[in-house]
Nanobody
């Protein structure tokens, strides 16, 4: 099993910045992709960004404002968020795609709350 532990959420004013972290752990697994999603109250969980060995993808809604990066040595993925807006308020979830013994798995973190408000 892969465990994902997110941190870095909190309250920030509109126009501010915040950096989320997600540390992955799990022996015997190869983590191929890591990403971020978010879910606002009453809405579906939306894709934000993904990083793999082949590259990076962003949702159009956050392109240019959010930056995903990964420290392979620490098995940690980050989401740097800038120019935050009230509509960015949501629970942010880390996601990882992993393989073990030829089988593929998807794991989710517990989520971290981000609130953008003055």
């Amino acid at each position: 099993q892969v465990q994902l532990v997110e941190s870095g959420g909190g309250l920030v004013q509109p126009g501010g910045s915040l950096k989320l972290s997600c540390a992955a752990s799990g022996r015997g697994f190869s983590i191929n992709a890591m990403g971020w999603y978010r879910q606002a109250p009453g809405k579906q969980r939306d894709f934000l960004a993904r990083i793999t060995n082949d590259g990076i993808m962003y949702a159009e809604t956050v392109k240019g404002r959010f930056t995903i990066s990964r420290d392979n040595a620490k098995n940690t993925v980050y989401l740097q968020m800038t120019t935050l807006k009230p509509e960015d308020t949501a629970v942010y979830y880390c996601n990882a795609g992993a393989t073990r013994l030829g089988l593929s798995f998807v794991y989710w973190g517990q989520g971290t709350q981000v609130t953008v408000s003055s």
